[in-house]
């Protein structure tokens, strides 16, 4: 199965952007759902947006929405996440995370349960 490593973390102030990036190692990238999670100190790990393996669905929680972009390049094994208008209740840890030839329309696709591949983060920090 895939190996994956996210890059693009840092420091940014509100109203600023990051684009994440989440390179994937193996065979059969175009195979996987994807999915971005964070991770704040002191709260459970979130979901923030999740793509098809074709690229189309997509789906986000809500206070991401209009916000961030979750795309995929599967030429490159690469997952992206551009993030515009951050904002300080945005920082956290951001992880890649991955499932073999499993999507779950709607909400489904944000649980922490259906990825069995996980990065190890990258931080984001966003100042006021």
């Known amino acids: 199965q895939v190996q994956v490593v996210e890059s693009g973390g840092g420091s940014v102030q509100a109203g600023g952007s990051l684009r994440l990036s989440c390179t994937a190692s193996?065979?059969?990238?175009?195979?996987?759902?994807m999915a971005w999670f964070r991770q704040a100190p002191g709260k459970e790990r979130e979901g923030v947006a999740c793509?098809?393996?074709?690229?189309?669905?997509?789906f986000y929680t809500p206070s991401v929405e209009g916000r961030f972009t979750i795309s995929r390049d599967n030429a490159k094994n690469t997952l992206y996440l551009q993030m515009n208008s951050l904002r300080p209740e945005d920082t956290a840890m951001y992880y890649c995370a991955a499932r073999r030839n499993v999507y779950y329309s709607g909400s489904r696709c944000l649980n922490i349960y259906e990825y069995n591949v996980w990065g190890q983060g990258t931080q984001v920090t966003v100042s006021s």
């Open positions: 193996g065979t059969a990238f175009g195979d996987y759902a």
């Open positions: 793509i098809h393996w074709s690229g189309r669905p997509t």
